[in-house]
T-cell receptor, first 115, second 113 residues
Framework: DAGVIQSPRHEVTEMGQEVTLRCKPISGHNSLFWYRQTMMRGLELLIYFNNNVPIDDSGMPEDRFSAKMPNASFSTLKIQPSEPRDSAVYFC?????????????FGPGTRLTVL | SQKIEQNSEALNIQEGKTATLTCNYTNYSPAYLQWYRQDPGRGPVFLLLIRENEKEKRKERLKVTFDTTLKQSLFHITASQPADSATYLCALEQGSGTYKYIFGTGTRLKVLA
C-alpha cells in the first residue's frame, strides 16, 4: 500500500496567489482529515470528511480556505488568496471506519511558504 | 477552554534508560487518547491508543497510562535507543463519536548513544 499521498511536497508562492493542495487517501478508508502544523500552534484540525461529505469545517480559519472531496480517492484544500500567515505544513490523514478508536494514517505533508 | 500540554522542552536521555513523556489536559473528558511519533519532515505515525477505562496499555517497549482523575497520560519507552529519537505527540478525542482529535504540540526526545 502506498499510504496517503500528498502533492506537492513543497510549495512556495507569493501573497495573493491561489494555492491548491492535493491528497489521495488510502484505498478503502472512508474518513479524511486536513491538518495544519506550525511551531506555535502545533497540529490543528481544519476539516474532516466522512464518505466524501464534509462533517465538520469549524477549524477552517477563514473563508479564504476551502476543501472538497469529489470522490473517495481525492481531496483538495484550496487557499485563495494566500497570505504569509498561511505558511505551515499541511497534512492529510485518513482512517478506516468511523470510530474514534481508529488510528489516523498521515501523509508526508505539504510545506507551504507564502512570501 | 480545552487545553493539552506537553513539555515543550526537549528531553535528552541516555541509551538504555526509560524515557517518560507527559501529556496533561484540562476541560476535557476524552474517551480515547492516542500517541503518535513524528520524525523531521514526515507525518505523524500512530503508536498506541488507550481508552478511558484502561489504566495502562503496552506494546513492545512502549507503555501508556491514562489517569482520568489526574487528567494525565504518561508515555514510557523502556530500554531506549537512538532510533527512538523523535517528537512524540499525544492526541485526545475531542468529543464522543466526533472522530476529532486535539493534538498536543509534542515533546522532542533525543536518546544519546
Amino acid at each position: 500500500d502506498a499510504g496517503v499521498i500528498q502533492s506537492p511536497r513543497h510549495e512556495v508562492t507569493e501573497m495573493g496567489q491561489e494555492v491548491t493542495l492535493r491528497c489521495k487517501p488510502i484505498s478503502g478508508h472512508n474518513s479524511l482529515f486536513w491538518y495544519r502544523q506550525t511551531m506555535m500552534r502545533g497540529l490543528e484540525l481544519l476539516i474532516y470528511f466522512n464518505n466524501n461529505v464534509p462533517i465538520d469545517d469549524s477549524g477552517m480559519p477563514e473563508d479564504r480556505f476551502s476543501a472538497k472531496m469529489p470522490n473517495a480517492s481525492f481531496s483538495t484544500l484550496k487557499i485563495q488568496p494566500s497570505e504569509p500567515r498561511d505558511s505551515a505544513v499541511y497534512f492529510c490523514a485518513s482512517i478506516l471506519g468511523q470510530g474514534s478508536y481508529n488510528e489516523q494514517f498521515f501523509g508526508p505533508g505539504t510545506r507551504l511558504t507564502v512570501l | 477552554s480545552q487545553k493539552i500540554e506537553q513539555n515543550s522542552e526537549a528531553l535528552n536521555i541516555q541509551e538504555g534508560k526509560t524515557a517518560t513523556l507527559t501529556c496533561n489536559y484540562t476541560n476535557y473528558s476524552p474517551a480515547y487518547l492516542q500517541w503518535y511519533r513524528q520524525d523531521p519532515g514526515r507525518g505523524p505515525v500512530f503508536l498506541l491508543l488507550i481508552r478511558e477505562n484502561e489504566k495502562e496499555k503496552r506494546k513492545e517497549r512502549l507503555k501508556v497510562t491514562f489517569d482520568t482523575t489526574l487528567k494525565q497520560s504518561l508515555f514510557h519507552i523502556t530500554a531506549s535507543q537512538p532510533a527512538d529519537s523523535a517528537t512524540y505527540l499525544c492526541a485526545l478525542e475531542q468529543g464522543s463519536g466526533t472522530y476529532k482529535y486535539i493534538f498536543g504540540t509534542g515533546t522532542r526526545l533525543k536518546v544519546l548513544a
